[in-house]
């Protein structure tokens, strides 16, 4: 079975703070994606990755980088943390850009 | 524009009823078709797809139905369980490109 696995359930950071949040996928997928979950907003893309090192901008990128040095593993980097993303984030990976296999999710607080 | 959506955002069924999930699209480009299942505290998980050129596809006690002409899609489970209990989400891809578009979301509740 396809794992997909992020590195941290739950974080709290401050206002201000750099943040890091990883995923790694044992399939060797070409695709990897961050999405955000808002209740009564759904699952909206952040960014995606085809390949390494390469990376596009989703709906919402504004506040969010990415890094992807490495095949299996795809990182979400918040510059500097605020409140509006307080956020359930989850990470995905897939072989075509159709049946994306998610992670756990990381449910991020900001205080 | 372009949106994929959920005609119920609650549904509840009594354990042992068949339970039906509708969503609908807008775009009639849309080629393929996806339904998750996310349970509390859980990322979404596969349940099953169909693609455009198909009017029913059936897996282990759940059937997805397209219906291209109105732009409608419905996920059907069979003896509904507690365990089936989640939300459940609907995707599509359409021409514009290949990024799954996500519906969103109707909660399926289970009673005893």
């Known amino acids: 079975d396809v794992k997909v696995t992020q590195s941290s359930r739950y974080l709290v950071k401050r206002t201000g703070e750099k943040v890091f949040l990883e995923c790694v996928q044992d399939m060797d997928h070409e695709n990897m994606f961050w999405y955000r979950q808002d209740p009564g907003l759904g699952l909206r893309l952040i960014y995606f990755s085809y390949d390494v090192k390469m990376k596009e901008k989703g709906d919402i990128p504004e506040g969010y980088s990415v890094s992807r040095e490495k095949k299996e593993r795809f990182s979400l980097i918040l510059e500097s943390a605020s409140t509006n993303q307080t956020s359930m984030y989850l990470c995905?990976?897939?072989?075509?850009?159709?049946?994306?296999?998610f992670g756990s999710g990381t449910q991020l607080s900001v205080l | 524009g372009e949106s994929v959506g959920l005609h119920l955002p609650t549904l509840s069924v009594q354990e042992g009823d068949n339970s039906i999930i509708n969503c609908a699209y807008s775009n009639s480009a849309s080629d393929y078709f996806i339904w998750y299942k996310q349970e509390s505290g859980k990322g979404p998980q596969f349940i099953i797809d169909?693609?455009?050129?198909?009017d029913k596809r059936q897996g282990q006690r759940v059937t997805v139905l397209l219906n291209k002409t109105v732009k409608h899609l419905s996920l059907q489970i069979a003896a509904t369980q507690p365990g089936d209990s989640a939300v459940y989400f609907c995707?599509?891809?359409?021409?514009?490109?290949?990024?799954?578009?996500f519906g969103g979301g109707t909660r399926l509740m289970v009673k005893p």
């Open positions: 995905a990976s897939s072989y075509g850009g159709e049946k994306l296999f």
């Open positions: 169909i693609r455009s050129n198909m």
């Open positions: 995707a599509e891809i359409g021409n514009a490109g290949n990024m799954l578009t």
